[in-house]
């Protein structure tokens, strides 16, 4: 989990004030099935349609 924050800090940094984030990802199959079925999932996990 710390190599992921690691990873994350270092991608961001890279980025200049100016550039815009880039779009969310589009829902994965599991959080697809979690929809379907309305199963509620955390608030990190919404992402398009959501």
């Given at each position: 989990m710390f190599?992921?924050?690691a990873v994350n800090?270092?991608?961001l940094s890279g980025l200049s004030p100016?550039?815009?984030a880039p779009p969310p990802r589009?829902?994965?199959a599991f959080q697809n099935y979690?929809?379907?079925r309305e199963i509620a999932?955390?608030?990190s996990w919404r992402t398009l349609g959501s």
């Open positions: 190599t992921a924050i800090i270092e991608r100016a550039e815009e589009r829902p994965t979690l929809d379907q999932r955390p608030k």
